[in-house]
């Protein structure tokens, strides 16, 4: 299943989904995808199947620059 799950990560594309990078933190089972797309719901779906491992979060971010810049979060 593990494969299958990275073999989603890197077909993100197909779905207009750019990841720019993920990480697993050590000895937690969490998962973080850094990635822009064209909805967060867009996300969720192509995503859902993480759900499948425990649960699946979803949060808009943006660059530190773009906070900077506007003054706040």
Known sequence: MAQGLLAL???AGSAG???HGDAVANQQHHLYI??????EEAVRKYFAPFGQM???SV???SHCEEVVARGAC
């Not at 850094?34 to 909805?39: E, F, G, V």
Request: hydrophobic share 45%.
């Open 9 to 11: 990560i890197h077909g």
């Open 17 to 19: 989904i750019n990841v």
């Open 34 to 39: 850094i990635a822009d797309a064209p909805s």
């Open 54 to 56: 425990g649960s699946l």
């Open 59 to 61: 949060s808009p971010a």
